[in-house]
């Protein structure tokens, strides 16, 4: 477990693209977290509901994050959510606490916007993420969104 003096969210600059983009999960992970990439051209497409951020352990990048805000969930202005929509751990750097500070570092945000609740979708399977997120606090829903579980994890 690493010191939580150091750690810190950036945002993506061009200064650090090419950092965020060398982010990569295990092999074994692949199936369950869309690369850097393409988490940072949904960002593109959705300019103020994606929140994507470095996450950063001194000088060092250990890892990715999306958080999307008060997205339209069902596409009918009827349930607004915000959550993590894309967690990237650096292979090497899985199991030293990164994720939950992540985790945390969302809710703390989301917080100060007034939300009373984080979502998160995960793909089942092995090696996927339900019993981080299950450890977290989450509890499933009971809803897919496609083919993912949702998870909510009260905020208050």
């Known amino acids: ?3 939580t003096t ?3 969210l950036e945002e993506i600059t061009p200064e650090n693209l090419k950092t965020a983009l060398g982010i990569r999960v295990r092999p074994d992970q692949e199936f ?20 994507p951020r470095l996450i950063m352990d001194g000088d060092r990048a250990v890892g990715f994050l999306m958080a999307f805000l008060d997205f339209d969930w069902h596409d009918d202005g009827n349930t607004i959510r915000s959550g993590l929509w894309r967690l990237n751990i650096a292979a090497e ?6 994720g939950r500070f992540a985790v945390r570092s969302v809710a ?12 998160v979708t995960w793909k089942p399977g092995d090696n996927g ?10 509890h499933k829903t009971g809803e897919l969104a496609d083919t993912e579980t949702v998870g909510v994890l009260k905020l208050d």
């Open 1 to 3: 477990m690493t010191t």
């Open 6 to 8: 150091a750690l810190r």
């Open 32 to 51: 369950a977290v869309d690369p850097v990439a393409d988490s940072l051209a949904e960002a593109y497409v959705r300019p103020g509901k994606a929140w």
């Open 93 to 98: 750097e899985q199991g030293k606490g990164y």
């Open 108 to 119: 703390e945000e989301l917080r100060r916007r007034g939300a009373r609740e984080l979502y």
């Open 129 to 138: 993420p339900e019993g981080f997120y299950l450890s977290l606090g989450f």
